[in-house]
Nanobody
């Protein structure tokens, strides 16, 4: 069994910062690409950033320069640093981890998300 758990969300004022974390655990053999998305109610899921070992991270144009993705391979954890937050950044932030298990399954595993609110 594989678990993906996000944390770090909360309420922040406009212009503020948050650091989100996402850890994958369980029957994991290898971890490949790790990515962050966000989704507001009634809207499509929006890609934010992804990172693979040895590859330059990719960012959506809407967050490039404000958000930074990083990972700790030893901890199977991916982070998303959110800076200069705007009210329109308020969403549920989820991560997905492309990982394989000891049984040979390889697929994207999703967490349930963490809520980010931006308000004065």
């Amino acid at each position: 069994q594989v678990q993906v758990v996000e944390s770090g969300g909360g309420l922040v004022q406009p212009g503020g910062s948050l650091r989100l974390s996402c850890t994958v655990s369980g029957d994991i053999l290898d971890v490949y690409t790790m990515a962050w998305y966000r989704q507001a109610p009634g809207k499509q899921r929006e890609f934010l950033a992804d990172i693979s070992s040895g590859v330059t991270p990719e960012y959506a144009a809407s967050v490039k320069g404000r958000f930074t993705i990083s990972r700790d391979n030893a901890e199977n954890t991916v982070y998303l640093q959110l800076n200069s937050l705007k009210p329109e950044d308020a969403d549920v932030y989820s991560c997905t981890v492309d990982a394989s298990t000891s049984r040979g399954w390889r697929r994207p595993w999703w967490g349930k998300g963490t809520q980010v609110n931006v308000s004065a």
